[in-house]
């Protein structure tokens, strides 16, 4: 069975992992970007080591995402839309094709055990079945 496993944030957060901290929301130094990566790759090596992963990617911020809609002759109407920079976006994710919920679960925990540093915000883990994935084995 196929989930997403998706981890939100938003431009404050990219900011502090470049080092510019704001209220809630601390500056990263070069050693907690290190152990974010370090836990982040050691989770996707073991994934893809027990034949679960099947796509991830971790997102670039916020502030370059665009919102598009169609005009009424179909022609893309983007916009820059205030979310990327007030509200909580996808930061990346992860498909796994795993035996049961449980078991995404317990891959999200891991992703969620993430280190950051003291203060800054560690947001849930969304875990989402992808195509007929029901997911209520919880």
Same mark, same amino acid.
């Given at each position: 069975?196929?989930?997403?496993?998706?981890?939100?944030?938003?431009?404050?957060?990219?900011? %502090?992992? %470049?080092?510019?901290?704001?209220?809630?929301?601390?500056?990263?130094?070069?050693?907690?970007?290190? %152990?974010?990566?370090?836990?982040?790759?050691?989770?996707?090596?073991?994934?893809?080591?027990?034949?679960?992963?099947?796509?991830?990617?971790?997102?670039?911020?916020?502030?370059?995402?665009?919102?598009?809609?169609?005009? %009424?002759?179909?022609?893309?109407?983007?916009?820059?839309?205030?979310?990327?920079?007030?509200?909580?976006?996808?930061?990346?994710?992860?498909?796994?094709?795993?035996?049961?919920?449980?078991?995404?679960?317990?891959?999200?925990?891991?992703?969620?055990?993430?280190?950051?540093?003291?203060?800054?915000?560690?947001?849930?883990?969304?875990?989402?079945?992808?195509?007929?994935?029901?997911?209520?084995?919880?």
């Amino acid at each position: 069975m196929k989930y997403m496993l998706m981890v939100l944030g938003n431009q404050a957060d990219y900011d %502090a992992m %470049a080092g510019k901290g704001s209220p809630g929301n601390p500056a990263w130094s070069e050693a907690d970007v290190k %152990a974010m990566f370090d836990h982040m790759n050691a989770l996707n090596d073991d994934l893809a080591e027990s034949g679960e992963w099947v796509d991830g990617q971790g997102l670039a911020e916020p502030r370059g995402a665009r919102l598009v809609t169609a005009g %009424a002759d179909g022609s893309p109407i983007v916009s820059h839309g205030p979310y990327g920079e007030t509200k909580e976006v996808l930061a990346g994710y992860w498909i796994v094709d795993v035996t049961d919920f449980a078991r995404a679960a317990e891959i999200a925990a891991r992703a969620y055990a993430c280190p950051v540093p003291e203060g800054a915000p560690n947001y849930p883990v969304v875990v989402h079945p992808v195509g007929e994935g029901v997911g209520t084995e919880m």
